[in-house]
């Protein structure tokens, strides 16, 4: 059996400072792990995605997060947060038969 | 570039009456197909993925159907609502591929409520 625990809910930052949104993965194979956004009433985005190559991975506007087997993390950070950063982030495990297994959902609030 | 499409965005429905939301993807050849929900307050929960045209696998029991007329073309449907249908319905694409790390790609969603 595989899982995805997002283990914030919510998180709430100043703009301008870090964001740190926490993902940990169980699973019985080499996981491939996404991390999409979702801004309210939209579809989800795709941030960055993990899939054995290099353990940091760069997404789009300024996200990355770090693959840490050791930990089964895959954490996404962010330098600094933009108040356009304000949405639901997903942690996603790609499972068989390409089906995904989503984690709860973190939501981003950026205080101005 | 590759681009899908759902339709309605938001739809207003009494209990009872039918349902037919439609995506299309355009720009890929033989994609996988799925259909998601996402309740308020809740992760995302996959009702059916499809592999290829009249190909349906559904995932939980319920009381809804999909169907793929077309390559392209994914259709969620049900006969008579209940109020738990209510939701944000989401499809998504990936590229049929020997791998299971196939990316998928969302949709805009179809925001549906039934009273």
């Known amino acids: 059996a595989q899982s995805v625990t997002q283990l914030d809910s919510h998180v709430s930052v100043s703009e301008g400072t870090p964001v740190l949104l926490r993902c940990n993965y169980s699973?019985?194979?080499?996981?491939?792990l996404f991390w999409y956004v979702q801004h309210p009433n939209k579809g989800l985005q795709l941030l960055l995605k993990?899939?054995?190559?290099?353990?940091l991975v760069k997404g789009i506007n300024g996200f990355e997060a770090e693959f840490k087997k050791s930990e089964t993390s895959f954490h996404l950070t962010k330098p600094s947060a933009h108040m356009s950063d304000a949405a639901e982030y997903f942690c996603?495990?790609?499972?068989?038969?390409?089906?995904?297994?989503f984690g709860s959902g973190t939501q981003l609030t950026v205080l101005p | 570039s590759q681009t899908i499409h759902q339709w309605p965005a938001t739809l207003v429905q009494p209990v009872g009456s039918p349902l037919s939301l439609e995506c299309t993807v355009e720009?890929?050849?033989?994609?996988?197909l799925y259909w998601y929900r996402q309740a308020a307050g809740r992760g995302l929960q996959l009702l059916f993925y499809?592999?290829?045209?009249?190909?349906i696998s559904s995932e939980v029991p319920q009381n809804l159907s999909a169907s793929r007329p077309q390559d392209r073309q994914f259709i969620l449907s049900s006969k008579k609502l209940l109020l738990s249908d209510s939701g944000f319905y989401l499809c998504?694409?990936?590229?049929?591929?020997?791998?299971?790390?196939?990316?998928?790609?969302f949709g805009p969603g179809t925001r549906l409520t039934v009273l």
């Open positions: 699973s019985s194979y080499s996981p491939s």
């Open positions: 993990y899939t054995s190559a290099a353990t």
């Open positions: 996603v495990l790609v499972g068989s038969a390409r089906q995904l297994t």
């Open positions: 499809s592999v290829g045209i009249g190909q």
């Open positions: 998504a694409w990936s590229v049929l591929s020997g791998g299971i790390r196939d990316t998928q790609y």
């Open positions: 720009g890929t050849s033989n994609p996988n």
